[in-house]
């Protein structure tokens, strides 16, 4: 490619043509700050806050849109540039509501940490303020009273999810992100993916706070309360704590846990065991039978389920009909293990610790209360286990590792491998080839599956017959597979789906990291890392060999695809209108 | 609101006339909404939608236009359309007076359209015949030299 040189702040580097003067800044040390680009996903060029003083050019030029030339002078740090930046971060305070005190992002805000760098004065100016409406859902809240209208959130529903129900609103001052028809959030068809959330540099996107009917639960004597956590919570957890990205903390945190007064803590890791055994057999069975719907998806993901129910209904057969494996893990808590260690239904609640804010709508959904109460009770997301863990005064850090509790708490790092895009696949690989061939591979590792990219396939022989499989994070690749399917154009046979782009890993219940960093690291890559580094260590690693998953056909399931089963570990879908009204 | 359509088959067959027709053209949402206004009088929900679905795009983004340009009504036009002016001339010789009293009567404020959908009100800049003020339109024909005392007698030639 063409290099560049150029000097910035007098300090001569040459990059690719094409690069931001943001981008060329960094290689040459020196930090831009960043309030609405988020790399590969808003490019709006709407704060100015990024904006450098270029000579030659007629006013300040913002560096997040504006790409270098050869012999560019860009200087990032005069009194010119440092005091428009302060003008503009005062400016966007001026008829910002300064909850700040009582705000979900206190200590994480990335306007606050611009307010602080800049010397600003909040109320050097004060702005004409609407009083929004705070629109409430049982996942997420939106509270337009602390948007900086830096479109984030737009850029990453419309062109990361191809989804779209939040846009802006009106013009000028009357500006303001909204639904259609200025409908809640609850009124569209939004999946519930929460990747809006973690692009929000403020505290106008949060998660639906449940860590009080957590504490609620577990200060209660008469409950018999379980905790599952899915596998991509341990990668993501210590940011919370100062760890650094792709740090696993899974010892620390089942140790937290158990300190919280969970009555036994569990790895969810277990139950997608138990979805690979049943979604492999459910695959084998569709292969061999010519009426059934090929290719198969995965079901894991709740924002993917969504989306095909509001915008592919149509193809909802091909969709597998296993529960993902927190419903999995609650069916199994509520059904077997209620029985066997004779715990009365009306005493037992499970909790979920899930990457994912759609997690917390699926709970409510029909066919998901195998023994008539729901088969899980409430759902945190990793941020919200972080703040429980402060809030009850554990001391994360100077925890020693713990186990997962006997005896089903254990799962095989195929199980892990779900955290990550291309994960299921794998894990599934790993369990169809040697059920099927009846011999054990010589090599598990699938990497062909693996990676942040987009779409992924790959050809696998299973007893003579080439199957050709298929990987897509984020909905707008899932979008582009699903239009094959349509026109008839897909010769898959097995497609993993997950809503978020990296997988669980880069949920939207996830340790939200500043674009400081996002700009410049690939987070998901780096927990996704510490998932496959655990996976490389570890001495059980296939979905069928896990001791629990064996005990659980033995005692009480029989089979894999068994008639109970299919009562207790599966579920059905249906088309949702887009709009009700 | 927004799955509920009662349009003329007409008009639904004017729609996607003109959607057909702007279906290979780039950027053709602005076409398709001033289109569709056209047909409509103003942008119903099932409208917006149909336009959203036609050209796979969602249907905020089509709320968000309709709503960034002031030339777009979200509200049904009544049958009849006054436009009081509030140029200056007219202004002097007492047009704000004459809004208020139409406002009285019709009991809806400028802009806006009254329950029945008879009329909408609107207050206009100047239409340029001061040497008739003040003025007003109703349908486009100008009425000038009016009192408040006129209102009455204009509002009930154009009630049925």
Avoid at chain 1, 41 to 56: A, D, L, P
Wanted: charged share 25%; net charge neutral.
């Amino acid at each position: 490619m063409k290099q560049v040189t150029l000097k910035i702040n007098n300090v001569s580097v040459t990059v690719d043509a094409g690069t931001r003067i943001l981008d060329a800044a960094k290689k040459a040390g020196f930090n831009i700050p960043t309030l609405c680009y988020l790399k590969d996903v808003c490019n709006e060029g709407s704060c100015r806050v990024c904006v450098v003083e270029v000579k030659g050019a007629r006013s300040l030029v913002a560096s997040c849109s504006a790409v270098v030339s050869e012999g560019m002078e860009v200087f990032t740090n005069t009194p010119k540039v440092i005091n428009s930046r302060k003008k503009t971060i005062e400016l966007i305070l001026s008829n910002h509501k300064k909850a700040c005190l009582m705000c979900v992002r206190n200590g994480n805000c990335e306007l606050a940490t611009l307010a602080q760098d800049y010397n600003c004065n909040a109320f050097e100016y004060e702005g004409v303020t609407e009083n929004y409406d705070i629109d409430e859902t049982p996942y997420l809240i939106r509270d337009n009273n602390k948007c900086v209208l830096c479109r984030r959130c737009v850029a990453v529903c419309n062109k990361v999810q191809g989804v779209g129900v939040i846009g802006p609103n009106k013009r000028g001052f009357a500006t303001h992100i909204g639904c259609a028809f200025e409908q809640p959030l609850s009124a569209t068809p939004c999946v519930a993916c929460g990747q809006c959330i973690t692009a929000c540099p403020v505290g106008a996107l949060h998660e639906k706070d449940d860590t009080d009917k957590v504490n609620a639960l577990l200060k209660d004597t008469d409950k018999y309360v379980i905790v599952g956590t899915a596998p991509s919570v341990r990668v993501g957890l210590g940011e919370e704590f100062g760890y650094p990205i792709g740090t696993n903390v899974e010892g620390k945190m089942v140790s937290a846990l158990k300190r919280l007064g969970f009555d036994k803590v569990f790895d969810v890791d277990m139950a997608a065991d138990m979805t690979i055994m049943e979604e492999g057999t459910e695959f084998l069975h569709r292969l061999k039978d010519k009426t059934a719907a090929l290719p198969m998806m995965t079901s894991c993901s709740p924002g993917w389920i969504r989306y095909m129910e509001f915008y592919y209904p149509e193809l909802l057969p091909h969709l597998s009909t296993c529960k993902s494996p927190q419903q999995m893990f609650g069916a199994i808590m509520k059904t077997y293990y209620a029985k066997k260690y004779n715990i009365p239904l009306d005493k037992l609640a499970v909790v979920s610790i899930m990457p994912c804010v759609a997690k917390k709508t699926e709970i409510g959904r029909e066919g998901q209360s195998a023994a008539g109460v729901p088969d899980v009770d409430v759902v945190l997301t990793t941020r919200e286990l972080a703040r429980l863990i402060k809030n009850q005064g554990i001391d994360f850090k100077g925890l020693a590792d713990e186990k997962f509790d006997d005896p089903i708490g254990e799962g095989s790092t195929a199980g892990l491998l779900f955290g990550a895009t291309g994960g299921v696949m794998e894990a599934a690989l790993r369990t169809v080839s040697e059920v099927v061939l009846k011999k054990p591979l010589d090599k598990i590792d699938f990497k062909a599956v693996r990676g942040v990219k987009g779409i992924k396939s790959a050809k696998v022989t299973l007893d003579g017959q080439t199957i050709k499989v298929c990987v897509a994070s984020s909905l707008s690749n899932a979008k582009k597979i699903l239009e094959d399917i349509k026109a008839g154009k897909c010769d898959y046979h097995f497609i993993e789906i997950m809503t978020c782009p990296g997988g669980c890993v880069n949920g939207g219940g996830q340790p939200i990291q500043p674009s400081s960093v996002t700009n410049n690291v690939d987070i998901r890559a780096l927990r996704a890392k510490a998932i496959y580094d655990a996976d490389k260590k570890a001495p059980l690693r296939k979905s069928h060999e896990t001791p629990a998953v064996k005990t659980l056909y033995k005692e009480f399931f029989n089979e894999p695809g068994s008639h109970r089963a299919h009562e207790i570990l599966h579920t059905s879908y249906k088309k949702r209108n887009k709009y009700n009204s | 609101m927004i799955n509920s359509f009662d349009d003329t088959p007409k008009q639904a067959a004017e729609l996607q006339a003109a959607l057909d027709e702007l279906k290979d053209v780039p950027g053709p949402l602005m076409k398709a909404l001033q289109k569709a206004q056209d047909i409509y009088g103003w942008l119903p929900a099932p409208v917006q939608n149909k336009i959203a679905e036609y050209f796979d795009v969602p249907l905020e983004e089509i709320y968000g236009i309709a709503t960034f340009y002031s030339q777009f009504n979200l509200n049904p036009n009544g049958k009849h359309k006054i436009g009081v002016c509030l140029g200056t001339a007219c202004y002097v010789k007492g047009s704000g007076d004459i809004l208020n009293a139409l406002e009285q009567k019709l009991k809806i404020s400028a802009g806006n359209t009254t329950q029945d959908r008879n009329f909408t009100l609107e207050a206009t800049r100047c239409i340029g015949c001061c040497g008739l003020a003040p003025v007003l339109t109703v349908n486009g024909e100008v009425y000038g030299k009016l009192t408040v005392d006129d209102v009455d007698k204009l509002l009930s030639k154009y009630t049925d």
